[in-house]
């Protein structure tokens, strides 16, 4: 699961797997280098990884207010449901776990509730409480597996329904002492979307927000759609296409390529299976299209940990989501609406 606020320095391994681009070209630091003044393109560490935004539209005035309440909300937000801050209601949560319910407040336990209806519906494949997997360690440097006896004992910890939410009593407690909750897989969207809905309310109609891999746009891009590509997380120099979009989307990614070491001749990789307490050994990456965050929260991972026949159930009830699944046979599974939409990394915008 993505970590929410982990220490930036993970920021110079992480690779995203959706890519903003501009033009034909990949979006690096130096691509609104000439920028139109229109436009307004700023970067901050946050949530463990870079957050890039992209805003057009209004006065420098406008521009400058709005994305100053964006960068605030998402801030505010991210210091609330990090579990690496002790000040924070998730390690308030945490370190309660076995004694007593802690309150929280009504956009954490959206979060929460958002986390336990996924985790009902994939039958635990996706389950905040892999918190208590401690044992585990994927930061710069990190090279030794955890202690199979560790695991094991951690293993034990785990499991959703462990997590009581109260929301009349807008209370949370974990059952059991040792219990940990990590939002790092349901968090980041809608951070992001909060940021969006800021931008949003101050009159930026026309806006992207990147944040490792997860891009969330709005309108248009000089009067054009907004272009991400797809990387292939086997090969990243490659790219496997290009969506245009516009108006409101949302593009999300999960995958084996983002924090991992090398052990044993297997990749171990930051995406923990609720139900072994060690990283997936199923598909290498999943891209999810969708026009709003609550459609595909925290469905990579859990596909990442069901694989490419479960997840195909689980799609076919979600027709407003599309899907491109890298698996480990090194083929490309898609859903029929991704392949339609899914351009050639040449083609024009």
Same mark, same amino acid.
């Given at each position: ?14 690779? *995203? ?48 207010? *709005? ?32 004694? +007593? ?20 519906? !994939?039958?635990?494949?996706? $389950? ?103 990387? $292939? ?41 609720? +139900?072994?307490?060690?990283? !997936? ?44 699944? *890298? ?23």
């Amino acid at each position: 699961m993505h970590d929410i606020n982990r220490p930036t320095s993970l920021t110079r391994r992480r690779m *995203a797997l959706a890519l903003p681009l501009l033009g034909n070209a990949a979006w690096l630091p130096s691509a609104f280098a000439s920028t139109p003044a229109a436009v307004q393109r700023e970067s901050r560490a946050l949530m463990g990884t870079r957050l890039d935004i992209v805003a057009e539209g209004g006065s420098e005035k406008q521009r400058r207010t *709005a994305l100053d309440h964006a960068w605030h909300e998402m801030e505010r937000l991210a210091a609330l449901m990090t579990r690496y801050d002790p000040a924070s209601t998730v390690s308030a949560i945490n370190r309660a776990a076995g004694i +007593h319910a802690v309150t929280v407040g009504a956009e954490l336990m959206t979060v929460l509730e958002t986390a336990q209806n996924l985790a009902a519906r !994939t039958q635990g494949a996706f $389950d905040i409480t892999v918190g208590a997997l401690k044992a585990w360690h994927f930061d710069i440097g990190q090279n030794t597996l955890p202690a199979a006896s560790d695991i094991e004992t951690q293993r034990r910890l785990v499991g959703y329904r462990g997590l009581v939410l109260d929301k009349h009593a807008s209370t949370v407690q974990l059952t059991q002492r040792g219990m940990a909750i990590d939002l790092g897989g349901v968090a980041k969207l809608p951070i992001l979307e909060a940021g969006m809905k800021a931008l949003q309310h101050h009159g930026i109609g026309n806006a992207m927000l990147n944040g490792g891999g997860d891009v969330l746009i709005a309108g248009r891009l000089r009067d054009r759609p907004w272009r991400v590509g797809l990387r $292939d997380p086997r090969a990243p120099e490659k790219m496997l296409g290009v969506l245009a979009l516009e108006g409101q989307a949302i593009v999300a990614s999960s995958g084996d390529y983002e924090r991992f070491f090398i052990a044993q001749g297997e990749r171990q990789h930051h995406i923990l299976d609720p +139900h072994t307490g060690r990283p !997936t050994y199923g598909p290498h990456g999943v891209s999810l299209l969708a026009r709003d965050a609550a459609s595909v929260n925290g469905l990579g991972a859990a596909i990442m940990v069901l694989g490419t026949n479960r997840a195909r159930a689980l799609l076919a009830s979600q027709p407003q989501v599309q899907a491109l699944v *890298a698996q480990r046979d090194q083929s490309i599974w898609q859903t029929q609406g991704m392949a339609a939409m899914l351009q050639a990394a040449s083609s024009p915008a």
